[in-house]
Structure formats: C-alpha cells, structure tokens
C-alpha cells in the first residue's frame, strides 16, 4: 500500500481457491475528505511460467 495526497494504491494477491493460480490486482482510490470518491482498478492473471526472473510478488 501507498499513498501520496489523496492517492492510495493498493497492489495484492487475490485468488478464489487453493488450485487457483491467482491474479495481481492494483486498486487506486483518489479520497476527499477521508472519503473513497473515485476508484479504479487492473488484474492480471499469474502466469504458469514468468518471461522474466522477476515475481508479481
């Protein structure tokens, strides 16, 4: 987690099981007044083999 102003993102492992590979999710909420006013979000699905050495995690 991160926040800079009234930006906060979040980067997690999200999966539905314990068979499930999982997804990488980053959820970006902009807040006025200590309240959530937009969000966005992305996923992506952890792949079986990386093209790098370099984790999602």
């Known amino acids: ?3 800079d ?3 906060v ?3 997690v492992f999200s999966r539905r099981n ?3 590979r999982g997804n990488a999710v980053v ?3 902009r807040l006025e007044k200590g309240k959530i006013v937009e969000h966005w ?3 992506q ?3 079986e083999k990386s ?3 370099n984790t999602m995690f």
């Open 1 to 3: 987690m991160i926040a």
């Open 5 to 7: 102003g009234d930006l």
């Open 9 to 11: 993102a979040v980067h």
């Open 18 to 20: 314990q068979a499930d």
């Open 27 to 29: 959820d970006i909420f």
């Open 41 to 43: 979000d992305v996923a």
């Open 45 to 47: 699905s952890i792949p």
């Open 51 to 53: 093209a790098n050495d």
